[in-house]
């Protein structure tokens, strides 16, 4: 069970490594500030890669024997749901340049919301789904003028 605990800082300790090594590698901005694609991407980096550390800080004193949500994750129906929210991210992640940044994640939260709430909840999935895409393109594109694919 412990080595369970201590593989999830230490899967987040990579992702966020392998995170920052690719930030560094975009190309710098044509207009305005270079470097400024860079900053939100190196904070969000940043933030996985101290919270991972001192997560795996506290599995050492943490009594990982007893925890019930350890162990409700490695049963058979958790690891299910995990990979296939794992297939809607490698999904969208290929379809996001194809696409572009709207309709990629419309269809991504749209699949992912009903997967996970079913079709009886579908008013509250569209509205979600809808809701969070248009907003989150209106403050990338419109707001912080960021170009989205």
Do not use: H
Not at 10 to 17: D, G, K
Not at 23 to 30: H, K, S
Not at 70 to 99: N, Q
Not at 103 to 127: E, P, Q, S
Request: hydrophobic share 60%; glycine share 4%.
């Amino acid at each position: 069970m412990r080595a369970v605990r201590l593989s999830l800082p230490i899967l987040f300790i990579t992702i966020s490594l392998i995170y920052l090594i690719m930030i560094f590698q975009l190309p710098p901005a044509l207009l305005g500030d270079p470097y400024a694609p860079r900053y939100f991407p190196m904070i969000v980096a940043a933030g996985i890669l101290v919270f991972a550390v001192i997560d795996l800080i506290n599995v050492r004193t943490e009594n990982v024997e007893d925890n019930e949500d350890l162990a409700a994750l490695i049963k058979k129906d958790s690891l299910k749901v995990i990979g296939v929210i794992l297939a809607f991210c490698v999904g969208y992640a290929l379809i996001f340049e194809w696409v572009g940044f709207l309709a990629a994640t419309l269809l991504f939260l749209g699949a992912l919301m009903f997967y996970l709430n079913g079709y009886r909840r579908w008013v509250l999935n569209l509205t979600v789904t809808l809701i969070f895409s248009f907003s989150s393109w209106y403050i990338f594109s419109q707001l912080l003028e960021i170009s989205l694919p």
